[in-house]
């Protein structure tokens, strides 16, 4: 078996800011990695923001790791991580809320099984050949952060004000974040890990939380439906459906969030070789 990329789409959730989400895909390993907003100007790693910084260097190691199994590849993507961090810091951080991390979603195909690998709130999605439709990793869930946001009350909606970056700052610092950071040994811990069958004909979406905030924040599908929508309209439609969604509340009241758009990224995979006879569509 192995991995075919259908689409990709990854989108700034401010032209004027880059974009800190990243995602890739080989014939036995895809993933997507979103940074945490940088919550100060770049500095500690130059004049790069250190979302942006993480986003590219575990992108561009997970392109080259190799492992027999993700555990091993995973491993070998932190390693490179931590090095490059050593090496390219300018300065102490300014506080934990200043040390770079990420959330990410990983599958590799070893033999007849998927592994799969997260930390933090990227998703991933299946639909089987046979239709059914399952969450591999936890379903998204923004509950926690959208009631966060909403306590802000007249500070919400306005961009970086310091009510907001001091309440993010506030999250930051909290133990037991479980994220993909600069210190390998850290990033293992807080990395979970299952193991699945897969059959070719199965359909795997990879996201970002911008991007799954079509499912849990704005509500506009279920898990069966988003795989339909994607199957039927492709990636870009959806893409500019969550973007008209976000602009019709730019206040951020009706869903409380702490931006108006957030960075979205999303990676349609197939399991091959595929068979004519499973289409669906």
């Not at 506080?95 to 979603?105: D, H, I, K, Q």
């Not at 108006?260 to 349609?268: E, F, G, H, K």
Request: aromatic share 6%; charged share 25%.
């Amino acid at each position: 078996m192995h991995l075919d990329l259908l689409q990709s789409l990854s989108l700034c959730g401010d032209l004027d800011t880059p974009n800190d989400d990243r995602g890739g895909a080989s014939a036995r390993r895809a993933w997507v990695i979103d940074g945490a907003t940088d919550l100060a100007p770049p500095g500690l790693l130059g004049d790069r923001g250190g979302a942006a910084w993480l986003a590219a260097t575990a992108d561009g190691a997970f392109g080259l790791a190799e492992g027999a199994d993700l555990g091993a590849t995973c491993a070998a993507v932190y390693a490179i991580v931590a090095e490059r961090y050593g090496a390219e810091r300018r300065r102490e951080p300014a506080g934990a809320w200043e040390v770079p991390s990420a959330s990410f979603a990983a599958i590799q195909l070893v033999g007849d099984s998927l592994d799969v690998a997260w930390a933090g709130d990227c998703a991933i999605l299946r639909e089987r050949a046979d239709g059914t439709v399952d969450w591999l990793t936890p379903a998204p869930d923004r509950a926690a952060e959208s009631a966060e946001a909403a306590a802000l009350g007249d500070a919400l909606g306005a961009v970086r004000t310091p009510a907001v970056i001091a309440d993010r700052r506030a999250a930051r610092e909290r133990p037991g974040r479980r994220v993909l950071g600069v210190d390998a040994a850290a990033s293992g811990t807080a990395t979970e890990h299952a193991s699945v069958t897969v059959a070719p004909g199965d359909h795997l979406l990879l996201m970002s939380d911008g991007f799954a905030a079509l499912v849990d924040s704005y509500h506009a599908y279920d898990p069966p439906g988003l795989m339909d929508a994607v199957c039927a309209r492709g990636l870009a439609a959806l893409a500019e459906q969550l973007r008209a969604i976000e602009y019709d509340d730019p206040a951020c009241r009706r869903y409380p969030r702490f931006k108006c758009s957030d960075d979205a990224t999303a990676l349609w995979v197939r399991v091959g070789p595929y068979h004519p006879l499973r289409q669906k569509r």
